[in-house]
């Protein structure tokens, strides 16, 4: 239980940055991406996505499996796009456009994949010392 917490607080951390990342790199002109929160604000909506990614992804992902198989994949692309912009609608001074809520769903994306892969490699490599 207190490895699973420390997982979700390690997602909350860098799926905040990976916010904070994917607006500087798309930029706030155009009305592409509207920003008017500072750090707590980012950690903030951290925090929403890390909720809505643990509860709303199973879901989303069987409800679209069907779209997800005739794409062979691809549609988990825009699976990921929908919860980054429903987490940016109910987060306070941030919005940005499906269009780039897409791109910033396969950033956070990759930063999970990447936080999922360390934390599977620090686990092994806690029962081989434990085992040996």
């Given amino acids: 239980m207190r490895q699973q917490f420390l997982t979700f607080l390690v997602r909350w951390a860098l799926n905040s940055l990976g916010l904070w990342v994917a607006v500087r790199l798309l930029g706030t ?17 951290g925090l929403i996505f890390s909720l809505v990614n643990s509860l709303l992804k199973p879901l989303l992902v069987i409800v679209s499996l069907p779209a997800i198989l005739l794409t062979l994949g691809l549609f988990t692309v825009v699976v990921n796009g929908i919860l980054v912009y429903i987490s940016l609608a109910l987060a306070p001074g941030l919005s940005m456009t499906f269009g780039n809520s897409i791109i910033t769903g396969i950033i956070l994306s990759l930063v999970n ?3 999922g892969a360390a934390v599977e490699v620090r686990t092994e490599n806690m029962r081989r010392n434990y085992v040996d």
């Avoid at 002109?29 to 909506?45: Q, R, S």
Wanted: no cysteine; glycine share 16%; charged share 5%.
């Fill in 29 to 45: 002109g155009h009305h592409n991406v509207d920003v008017t929160a500072g750090f707590w604000g980012f950690l903030f909506a």
């Fill in 113 to 115: 994949y990447i936080v």
